[in-house]
Each structure stands twice: as structure tokens, then as C-alpha cells.
RNA sequence: GGAGAGGUGGCUGAGUGGUCGAUAGCGGCGCUUUGCUAAAGCGUUGUAGGGGUUUAAAUCCCUACCGGGGGUUCGAAUCCCCCCCUCUCCGCCA
């Protein structure tokens, strides 16, 4: 959410950072809800005043009195025009905030213009991704890969999109995880493990609701959301809060389970484990000061990176254009691992910075040593890194003659051997 | 799941229909006293929204906020209803 003021008193500039996100928000429509809402708000306003007054002068009376009496019957209207008013009031409010959350964050002025994917710009180039790689195949089709990644039967048992991981295949997720949470605390991220459930008011400060309301899955009775990514718990964890500004920024490292329904993905885009309803994934997350979010997020980024130099991935860094941004932000690194078997990059990891406007609807906020004055942070995230997609890189990179698959250096004690069998 | 007790400002804790945004203590901040520390005394002390003034801020005016939402009433922290959360006992359970 932005601030309303910002759209009250520079319209124009808002105007320009969406036109950059290619979308289209009437913001007359929402500068003439706001109007007849501060109209609304000073005729009840003033109501209660002479009602408070009117209250203060009855406290005194004798109550029997007749001046008492005629008091009474005198409020009796005012207090029937202030329930009217009121609810009127409310209802406008309501229309303000549902055409608020309608508007998207505003793009950082170093964010490309650019409308689609084919936009982005490509900021950085590692390792040897075009080095041939004559035993590489597309992760599915490695000899065994049923037996370690046993869709059929996560089919059988849940849906499509909900594999097993059996014996090397689990191993291997484990050993990921627990590699990335080391090098998260290493980096100064205090590791965190968080619900993997979430309320709707949770759901709805870090942006998943009400627009990918459809993306989530839902439990019944109790309406919680399962969580797409630890960023949602994780953001959440200091809603509603003042933090101190002394302990900014926080850095925050949490492995879930994420859940994401997918709806209306097809294809190759989703064989084998390229996309999947359930993967795991470790989040980085921070909360800072607003004059330092743009270091934080190029420091986050670099911690992500490190982990994908330290596998031996060839990978590269995208800076999203304004219309392959996101609705929340307002800066977006992706970063994508290449598969060496179906030679195409895959998104591992996506570093944010939402400035003010998940702190906004989350309401976090610090006090400021300076001005003395409760200022929102900025939070900052990326995935550190999601394990699903760096095990089919790790599967079609390190694919060896023998069937076998070379593990990582930095992962051998970790999973316990070099390498990884399909048998 | 059943029964009971609760949820008030940074914290502890008063307040059962009317000048209550709320007694008091602690903590925080400021000042005084003091060789320093400690202690004492005095003062001060939340959040948000709107308006006015201003280059801006401060100040000023108004309104809201006593877990959340609704209701009763001229008037609600206080009465009624629903929900959430915490604690105690019982039941169940990894």
C-alpha cells in the first residue's frame, strides 16, 4: 500500500511510476474517494464534538431536572445523524482502502523501463553455463529419476505436483537446506522456524491477498492460509510493532515448505521438478532503515549469489524491467541457475525491495533517534535459496558417464558422500 | 473438546453508565541538588486521522483508540451479543 498523501498531493509522480509498471490504475477515481471521505469524516467529526459537549454539560445537570430532560430529547437527533453519517463514512473508507490495495508499489528510478520479460536486463554473467556438457539431460529424463523423485506416487497420494522424495532425492533436499541455513547464520541471519500456516490479515500485509487470493491453499474450517513462501510469516512476525531503532536492520533466515497452487501453469514449464505445488525453500529476510534499503538489497542479493558460487552453478543475475516487476515492488533481482539438460535458466531465487509498502499494510515501524517520530522500515527478501529447482540444476550440471551425479564440494559433508545414486 | 478466570497506556495495576485518554507505581526523558556514582525533589511521558498556520517542522484546534467486531443509550473502558487470545483445572494427544 502507498501512502495516501502521496497520491493526494503529487498524483503526477504516481501517475509516472505506474505507467512504468505498464498498468492502469484511475486515480481520479481514487483522489475523488479520498475527497468526499475527508468531507465525511469533518461533518461527523464535528457532530461528536457538539455531542462530547453536550455530555459534559449533562454531567453536571440534576437528573431529573427539565433542562436535563430537554438535553436529551435534543441529542436524541444529533446522535441519530451521527449513526447515519457514520455508516456512510465507513462505507467510503471501505471503498478507499479496497482502491488503495489496488495500487501497485512504484518502481525505483534505477528499475529498467521495459514491458515484458524479454526486457530485463541481464546485470550479471557467472560461470561457464555454454562449457558443453555431453552427458547432460533434462532432470526427468536422468535413468532413475522416478525412483528418487516419485511423482506417480505423490499423484497417487495427493495431486499432481506433490512428488516423494525418496532415499538420494530426500537426502539431497536435506543436505541443500541445511547448507543454506548454515551459510544464512554465517552471513548474520538469525534462523527462524516459523507456522506454515498464516491468517488472512497476514496474508493480506505482505500482498498475497487480495490479488493471488487464488495462488494459495485454503484449509477449512479455520480459513488459514498454507504459506506460499517464509516471507509471509516472516514479514508478519513484527506486524503491528515499534521497533527500536537501535536493533535495524534485522536479518532473518527461515526454511519452509512452500505451498502454491499454480493455477493454469502447463507444459514444459512444469516438468519434473521446474515447478511443483510443494518445495522447499529457504527465505532471507530484512527489516531496515529506510536511507539503507537500497545497500541491504544489493548486500541480500550478494549473500543468494554466494550460495550458487559456492555449488559451482553457473548462473546469472536479472534486474526486472518496470512491467516484469512485481504488484509489491519496488526493485527486483531474480536470479536463475542454468540447467544444463534442457540448457534453459531457471529462476532459484528473486531479491526484493518493497520500501515502505509491506510495512505499510503490516504497520512495522521504528522510532526515529533524529525526529523522535515513528517512521515505517523498509523490508527487503530473496529466496536463500528454493531447493527444488537447485537440485534439478545440480542433477543436469553434475550428471557424470557412469549415471551418477557428482555432489558439490561444499555439499559433500552435508549429504554424507560425492556422489548421488539413482539405484 | 468441557468448566472456570482474565485481556486497560513501554511494564505492573486501579477504574461497573457522565468533564475518563483514563488513579497510582515502575520505567523513559528533562531540570534541580551533588566532587563522581547513587539517591532525592520537581516536571514531563502513547498511537493514528483530519483541520488551521507554516517554505517546512514545532505549536494550536478537533476526532478516534481500554483485545477485535456489533448492539443498547442523550452518553460506554464500564451493560448486552459474537469472535480472537492468555491463564487454571479436566479430557485427549505427537
Known amino acids: 500500500m502507498l501512502d495516501s498523501k502521496l497520491i493526494r498531493e503529487t498524483p503526477e509522480v504516481v501517475r509516472a511510476a505506474i505507467a512504468k509498471k505498464h498498468l492502469e490504475i484511475d486515480l481520479d477515481a481514487i483522489l475523488a474517494i479520498d475527497a468526499s471521505w475527508r468531507a465525511q469524516l469533518q461533518e461527523v467529526e464535528a457532530l461528536r464534538s457538539t455531542?462530547?459537549?453536550?455530555?459534559?454539560?449533562?454531567?453536571?445537570?440534576?437528573?431529573?431536572?427539565?433542562?436535563?430532560?430537554?438535553?436529551?430529547?435534543?441529542?436524541?437527533?444529533?446522535?441519530?445523524?451521527?449513526?447515519?453519517?457514520?455508516?456512510?463514512?465507513?462505507?467510503?473508507?471501505?471503498?478507499?482502502?479496497?482502491a488503495m490495495l489496488s495500487v501497485p508499489?512504484?518502481?525505483?528510478?534505477?528499475?529498467?523501463?521495459?514491458?515484458?520479460?524479454?526486457?530485463?536486463?541481464?546485470?550479471?554473467?557467472?560461470?561457464?553455463?555454454?562449457?558443453?556438457?555431453?552427458?547432460?539431460?533434462?532432470?526427468?529424463?536422468?535413468?532413475?529419476f522416478d525412483r528418487l523423485f516419485d511423482f506417480a506416487r505423490g499423484a497417487k497420494v495427493t495431486g499432481a505436483g506433490f512428488p516423494f522424495l525418496?532415499?538420494?532425492?530426500?537426502?539431497?533436499?536435506?543436505?541443500?537446506?541445511?547448507?543454506?541455513?548454515?551459510?544464512?547464520?554465517?552471513?548474520?541471519?538469525?534462523?527462524?522456524?516459523?507456522?506454515?500456516?498464516?491468517?488472512?490479515?497476514?496474508?493480506?500485509?505482505?500482498?498475497?491477498?487480495?490479488?493471488?487470493?487464488?495462488?494459495?491453499?485454503?484449509?477449512?474450517?479455520?480459513?488459514?492460509?498454507?504459506?506460499?513462501?517464509?516471507?509471509?510469516?516472516?514479514?508478519?512476525?513484527?506486524?503491528?510493532?515499534?521497533?527500536?531503532?537501535?536493533?535495524?536492520?534485522?536479518?532473518?533466515?527461515?526454511y519452509t515448505p512452500c505451498f502454491r497452487r499454480e493455477a493454469g501453469s502447463y507444459g514444459k514449464e512444469v516438468r519434473g521438478l521446474n515447478r511443483v505445488h510443494q518445495f522447499d525453500k529457504v527465505e532471507l529476510l530484512k527489516w531496515v532503515h529506510p536511507a539503507t534499503s537500497y545497500d541491504e538489497l544489493d548486500k541480500l542479493r550478494e549473500d543468494a549469489e554466494r550460495l550458487l558460487q559456492k555449488l559451482q552453478l553457473p548462473y546469472r543475475v536479472l534486474l526486472?524491467?518496470?512491467?516484469?516487476?512485481?504488484?509489491?515492488?519496488?526493485?527486483?533481482?531474480?536470479?536463475?541457475?542454468?540447467?544444463?539438460?534442457?540448457?534453459?535458466?531457471?529462476?532459484?531465487?528473486?531479491?526484493?525491495?518493497?520500501?515502505?509498502f509491506q510495512?505499510?499494510?503490516?504497520?512495522?515501524?521504528?522510532?526515529?533517534?533524529?525526529?523522535?517520530?515513528?517512521?515505517?522500515?523498509?523490508?527487503?527478501?530473496?529466496?536463500?535459496?528454493?531447493?527444488?529447482?537447485?537440485?534439478?540444476?545440480i542433477l543436469e550440471n553434475n550428471l557424470e558417464s557412469d549415471g551418477r551425479v557428482r555432489i558439490p564440494e561444499v555439499l559433500v559433508p552435508y549429504f554424507g558422500r560425492a556422489h548421488l545414486s539413482f539405484q
Open 166 to 254: 525418496v532415499g538420494d532425492g530426500a537426502r539431497l533436499a536435506r543436505a541443500l537446506l541445511q547448507f543454506f541455513l548454515e551459510e544464512g547464520s554465517k552471513a548474520g541471519y538469525v534462523e527462524v522456524s516459523p507456522p506454515i500456516f498464516v491468517n488472512a490479515a497476514s496474508a493480506t500485509a505482505t500482498g498475497q491477498l487480495p490479488d493471488k487470493e487464488g495462488q494459495m491453499y485454503e484449509t477449512t474450517p479455520d480459513h488459514l492460509y498454507a504459506v506460499p513462501t517464509a516471507e509471509v510469516p516472516l514479514t508478519n512476525f513484527f506486524r503491528d510493532e515499534i521497533l527500536d531503532e537501535s536493533v535495524l536492520p534485522v536479518y532473518r533466515c527461515a
Open 51 to 98: 455531542q462530547k459537549g453536550a455530555n459534559s454539560a449533562m454531567a453536571a445537570l440534576p437528573k431529573g431536572s427539565p433542562e436535563f430532560a430537554a438535553k436529551v430529547a435534543e441529542m436524541k437527533a444529533v446522535s441519530s445523524q451521527v449513526k447515519e453519517r457514520d455508516a456512510r463514512l465507513k462505507e467510503t473508507e471501505e471503498r478507499f482502502r479496497t
Open 105 to 144: 508499489n512504484l518502481p525505483h528510478a534505477s528499475v529498467p523501463d521495459g514491458r515484458t520479460p524479454e526486457d530485463n536486463v541481464v546485470f550479471s554473467l557467472h560461470g561457464a553455463h555454454d562449457e558443453p556438457r555431453p552427458h547432460a539431460l533434462p532432470h526427468w529424463e536422468i535413468p532413475g
Open 320 to 356: 526486472m524491467c518496470g512491467g516484469d516487476l512485481g504488484f509489491a515492488q519496488a526493485k527486483k533481482y531474480d536470479l536463475e541457475v542454468w540447467a544444463a539438460g534442457q540448457k534453459r535458466w531457471l529462476e532459484v531465487s528473486s531479491c526484493s525491495n518493497f520500501e515502505a
Open 359 to 393: 510495512a505499510r499494510r503490516a504497520q512495522i515501524r521504528f522510532r526515529s533517534k533524529e525526529s523522535g517520530r515513528t517512521e515505517l522500515v523498509h523490508t527487503i527478501n530473496g529466496s536463500g535459496l528454493a531447493v527444488g529447482r537447485v537440485q534439478a540444476a
